[in-house]
């Protein structure tokens, strides 16, 4: 009887304790945390527009715009990444392209979208970005086109 009890006990703190858990954030702790993005209207993950860095109303003097090349996201489709750079700081990024070809393709790159859009404007002129966690494919996909476009555009 007292097995039992302690048994049962010891598996309900095991059960409340995995439940209570929350996982730190991504990234160095020299930034700050991400906040979640808006997931947006619902538009269509292979063809939304450039998003801009937030507070950057003015129009760069000497901006340019890259394509980086497209990746596959482990044979899900492929994913391309295009950046706008003004004084060496990416201020734009979009996805020409993202693996859309099943639901459930586009529900996980409708989720991590802004997730890799947020990382790379706030890496500013580096593909080092941690990616979104249930999205890894995309993401490693999203890091090699964002190395890509940033070597395209001298960075």
Known sequence: MKRALLIGGGTLAG???VLSYSPINFGNSSQPPLTA???GSGNPVATTPPTQLPGNTATPTASKTAMGSSYSACGYGNVQVQITVANGVVTK???ISLPNADP???DINRQAKPWLVQQ???AKNKAGIAGV???TCT???WARSLQSALTAAGI
């Open 15 to 17: 059960v409340a304790a």
């Open 37 to 39: 993005p808006s997931l």
């Open 104 to 106: 459930r393709s586009q």
């Open 120 to 122: 790379t404007l706030a």
């Open 133 to 135: 966690g249930g999205a």
């Open 93 to 95: 990024v979009g996805a």
């Open 139 to 141: 993401s490693g996909a």
